[in-house]
């Protein structure tokens, strides 16, 4: 059993920023890979980033050069660093984990509204 605890979401203005935190606990003996994604309303889930256990990440194309993903493994913390938000940013974003070998868990989600 794995609990994935999320925070930093909230409202910001268009330009602005957010970083948000994912906090695994739990009976983890290996955390590969780490992410982020989202879902706006009436959309589909999708990539925000993810980074595996030996720092190489990925970003949707939507998000590259502006977001930033990094991850403490000493910690169990995955934290995505938003830059230059945009109103089309606005979403749900949910937290994913991929531990001891075989397993996933996602988080509860954290709203995230990008407006003036």
């Known amino acids: 059993q794995v609990q994935l605890v999320e925070s930093g979401g909230g409202l910001v203005q268009p330009g602005g920023s957010l970083r948000l935190s994912c906090a695994a606990s739990?009976?983890?003996?290996?955390?590969?890979?780490m992410g982020w994604y989202r879902q706006a309303p009436g959309k589909e889930r999708e990539l925000v980033a993810v980074?595996?256990?030996?720092?190489?990440?990925n970003y949707g194309d939507s998000v590259k050069g502006r977001f930033s993903i990094s991850r403490d493994n000493a910690k169990n913390t995955v934290y995505l660093q938003m830059n230059s938000l945009s109103p089309e940013d606005t979403a749900v974003y949910y937290c994913?984990?991929?531990?001891?070998?075989?397993?996933?868990?996602w988080g509860q989600g954290t709203q995230v509204t990008v407006s003036s």
């Open positions: 994913y984990v991929h531990f001891n070998q075989f397993h996933q868990a």
């Open positions: 739990g009976t983890i003996f290996m955390l590969n890979t």
């Open positions: 980074i595996i256990n030996g720092g190489s990440a």
